[in-house]
């Protein structure tokens, strides 16, 4: 027996839930709510929720039963640190990893449960996630299957409310602390480069509520806190290894954007210039871009969607190359 075993005639949960609601704790109530839905249903479970320190949210978590967690000044904080901490020292086979802002479907749990144990190899089980925004306490969008998961199957990444087996997720050691995002996608094929894939079940695992995206406030919040930093650190860390060129191929569309935009950037101050030729390739540049737009809002049903929807590939693009060649912002801690 390990030391992380519970003793012989000890009480021992099946699923330990992991929520990381740091920064985003508004909406922890109603995902406390399902989980104890879950409960209700006879799963044994233990609920793990990881706050920023002084969050006035620890309360509605201890008056639920959770333990809460708050990392001590210092210590990283980034999505996979956090989601390691409250992964540390859990008994339970298996872990449900679902961020602060999302409402997992108790139904989900019991069929995903269910395919786990089935499987022994499989690392880990989603489904489809259900974005839902708001706006001053109205909803004012829905997207089905953000993650575009379909009918199942097996898939390249899970997030947001997903569960894996704990085995492997200690094998493969955990989420990589040094990511601001991304740190889901790497983590699910490392596991699956382990020999155990992870998979999405042809039913919905939860609701993700936020507000309205992309949106410019949403771009000054995940600049500011670094989560567009994540594909180019991902880059940053894998340079060397067997994995650099499934990531790099992966932010294929934000390369292509930001060069895209670098090119018109440049063609209008040639334009400026009086440098010959350069005007009529400006309008050339200036009518293919208006065409992506107006295919973006088109599919997003919305002119300022399209072009909001452009510009967030441009600025992820941006933020790839600053934190591939710089690194990241010293210090990623609590302060």
């Given amino acids: ?17 992991v929520v990381v609601a740091w920064g985003r704790s508004e909406g922890l ?22 706050l920023r320190p002084g969050d006035p949210a620890g309360e509605i978590a201890r008056a639920r039963r959770a333990r809460v967690i708050e990392p001590e000044p210092g210590a990283p904080f980034t999505p996979g640190a956090n989601r390691n901490r409250g992964a540390a020292e859990a008994t339970a086979p298996y872990l449900a990893f679902v961020d602060g802002d999302a409402v997992i479907e108790p139904s989900f749990v019991v069929a995903a449960l269910e395919r786990l144990d089935a499987e022994p190899a499989l690392g880990g089980v989603g489904g489809r996630i259900h974005e839902r925004q708001w706006e001053d306490g109205a909803l004012v969008r829905e997207i089905a299957d ?33 990511l601001p995002a991304e740190e889901d996608v790497e983590l699910c094929i490392r596991l699956a480069d382990a020999g155990h894939p992870v998979v ?18 949403e771009f000054r919040r995940r600049w500011a806190t670094g989560l567009y930093a994540g594909q180019g650190l991902l880059l940053r860390y ?15 569309l934000y390369f292509a ?79």
């Fill in 29 to 50: 109530e109603r995902g406390l709510e399902a989980i104890a839905a879950v409960r209700a249903a006879g799963f044994d479970s233990e609920t793990v929720v990881v």
């Fill in 146 to 178: 953000s993650y575009r998961s379909g009918s199942g199957g097996p898939v390249e990444m899970l997030a947001t409310a997903w569960i894996a087996r704990r085995a492997w997720f200690e094998a493969v050691g955990g989420f990589d602390a040094r």
């Fill in 257 to 335: 954007a930001l060069g895209f935009a670098v090119l018109g950037a440049f063609l209008a101050l040639a334009t400026v210039l009086g440098v010959r030729r350069a005007p009529g390739t400006f309008r050339d540049w200036l009518t293919l871009a208006f065409l992506v737009v107006v295919i973006m809002a088109v599919r997003k049903r919305s002119l300022a969607h399209g072009a909001l929807a452009v510009l967030t590939w441009i600025v992820l693009g941006l933020g790839i190359v600053r934190a591939w060649i710089a690194g990241p912002r010293p210090p990623e801690t609590v302060g």
């Fill in 1 to 17: 027996m390990s030391a992380s075993d519970p003793a012989p005639g000890a009480w021992a949960p099946r699923v330990r839930f």
């Fill in 238 to 252: 894998s340079w060397g290894t067997p994995h650099f060129a499934r990531h790099f191929g992966r932010q294929g």
């Fill in 200 to 217: 999405a079940l042809d039913r919905r695992a939860a609701y993700h509520d936020g507000p309205p995206r992309p949106s410019l406030a």
